[in-house]
């Protein structure tokens, strides 16, 4: 069975920076895409960045310059630097994963990041 596991997030004031973490495990032949999606209160739910396994990554415009992510494919986890966090950077992180691409979306439980003023 896949699981998708985060770790991280919490409260920063705006400036601050945070790191979350997300470990994908039950598939005999990885991931090929990993990465996060945020959906603050009262929005849909958004990419903030993604990442495949030949190392391809893609960003948010609204988190390029400030947030990164970097993967270990022998450990199937990424991870989201988040620095110079602003107060619209507050959602619930979701980390998501696939096995192949185009395949089914596997979603960890989410980690509530908040940036206050």
């Known amino acids: 069975q896949v699981h998708v596991v985060e770790s991280g997030g919490g409260l920063v004031q705006a400036g601050g920076s945070l790191r979350l973490s997300c470990a994908g495990s039950g598939s005999m032949f990885g991931f090929v895409r990993m990465g996060w999606y945020r959906q603050a209160q009262g929005k849909q739910r958004e990419l903030v960045a993604i990442s495949t396994r030949g190392g391809s990554t893609n960003y948010a415009d609204s988190v390029k310059g400030r947030f990164t992510l970097s993967r270990d494919n022998a450990k199937n986890t990424v991870y989201l630097q988040m620095n110079s966090l602003k107060p619209e950077d507050t959602a619930v992180y979701y980390c998501?994963?696939?096995?192949?691409?185009?395949?089914?979306?596997?979603w960890g439980q989410g980690t509530r990041v908040t940036v206050s003023s």
């Open positions: 998501n994963a696939q096995i192949l691409f185009g395949g089914s979306d596997y």
